[in-house]
């Protein structure tokens, strides 16, 4: 999409994002019906992702995970664009921390910490982090090959004290934060896939041999950061709360891939509890 069509887009998400979530989410049952339906947004890529992922299941169970996965990605889509307009006021009702003395304790500590997060139910609404916390946030993020979009994305995850980097500056931005003193949270996404060029390591997930980022591990260990694990559950449509959790106090002389193969087992154990919350139109296992 060139200059103009981003534009049109803007300006209609812009008009429309105005409308309460409630009325929003008629939009998100339009989207099911020409997802689901017509002609069907990337089903063959969820149904054997699921088929791969689930071996045991029969295929009623499997297509009752589909369905409902297609209904809370199409109630992810307009939550993400409301991010338009909505306010820290609306986003702390809407997203709430159960624990946020786990964090709180590192930085009374003067502590980094490496977060781990996936694509598990609403994922763009992280921006609230830095509402619970002193810490500043910086989410770690692939940028789009549309310029447009990619501003457009940053524009809705930014702010709050929230500053996404991509990642090829994370190690820049590490360095500029400890000379300056800034007690920071480094989030970076545990499920996306590595270039093929830049495998290094692969583990068994979700009955899959699958390619995993070291970036994570290596920065804990490098700068003796914690790692922690933030586990997001969906309440109800719209509402969701996480809590953190510490998978690693000091990284320091673990034994390699240990940190990688603990929050890969952690984000499999959510996802076998609730599967209809994973990104299944993620090309996970194009590799």
Known sequence: MGAIGFYIFYSIN?????????????????????????????????????NKAFPEKSQ??????????????CDLIVEILKLTHMSN?????????????VIGRLYKEGRDAV????????WEWMKIVPHYTEHLTVP????????????????????N????VAMSNILREILKNL??????????ISDQTPAKAEIRYRTTFLNQDTPVFLGAEKIAVKYNMPVVYMNTQKVRKGYYSFSFDILFENPNGLPEYQITETHVKKLEEIIRAKPEYWLWTHRRWKY
């Not at 009623?60 to 990605?73: D, K, P, T, V």
């Open 14 to 50: 812009w008009v429309i994002t105005l409308l309460p979530l409630r009325v929003l989410y008629l939009f998100s049952n339009f989207l099911f019906v020409l997802f689901y339906y017509f002609p069907g947004y990337r089903k063959k890529v969820v149904s054997e992702n699921l």
């Open 60 to 73: 009623e169970e499997l297509s009752a995970i589909c369905r409902g996965f297609y209904r809370h990605f």
């Open 89 to 101: 006021k609306q986003l702390s009702r809407r997203m709430v921390c159960k624990n946020p003395e």
């Open 115 to 122: 977060v781990i997060f996936s694509h598990y139910c609403n």
């Open 140 to 159: 770690v993020y692939k940028p789009l090959n549309n310029k447009y979009f990619d501003k457009f994305m940053y524009s809705l995850r930014a702010g």
């Open 161 to 164: 004290n929230c500053y996404p």
């Open 179 to 188: 000379r300056e003193n800034r007690r920071t949270l480094y989030g970076l």
